[in-house]
């Protein structure tokens, strides 16, 4: 019994580290830089419409417009999705939108429209920090002034 938990422990372990090596190519923030006109032609975008993307460890990818001026991402302009590995972790997909390194530049595609490429951005994050939840740590016990008006009218009609 002991021997087949270890064993069962060691495969998921190996599993894990192997699953996460994989998305590690894409991981980091990048930033748009040209994208491909119907003559074949790769051509700069324009500042004030280009797009950031970022990879986290738990396999969401944050997408926003990147500002120039500010220098960072506009934080309503963000979206998350989940995305998927595959191809022995040559390519990822997010959405209807696929991706793969290319000579150090991330390449994306989505069918009808031209691809795009992004360079790997390096030192401070251009995202807004994600939101924290709600505080589960605050002591319940003692109702807001909502809670109580609420609790006593509940059940007395």
Not at 47 to 61: E, I, S
Not at 91 to 104: M, N, P, T
Request: hydrophobic share 40%.
């Amino acid at each position: 019994m002991r021997f087949n938990l270890f064993t069962c422990g060691l495969a998921c372990a190996v599993l894990v580290m192997l699953a996460g090596g994989c998305a590690e190519r894409f991981s980091g923030e990048w930033l748009e830089q040209s994208c491909l006109i119907p003559a074949n032609e790769m051509r700069p975008v324009n500042p004030g419409q280009r797009m950031a993307m970022q990879f986290t460890d738990h396999a969401v990818v944050r997408v926003g417009t990147y500002t120039d001026l500010a220098g960072a991402v506009d934080a309503d302009s963000i979206q998350s999705a989940r995305f998927v590995v595959f191809k022995g972790g040559e390519v990822v997909e997010f959405g209807s939108k696929l991706a793969r390194i290319d000579h150090g530049e991330l390449v994306t595609f989505v069918q009808g429209q031209p691809e795009r490429r992004f360079i790997h951005l390096r030192g401070k994050s251009v995202f807004p920090p994600i939101a924290p939840g709600p505080d589960l740590t605050r002591n319940m016990s003692s109702p807001t002034p909502d809670q109580a008006v609420f609790g006593a009218s509940w059940g007395t009609n």
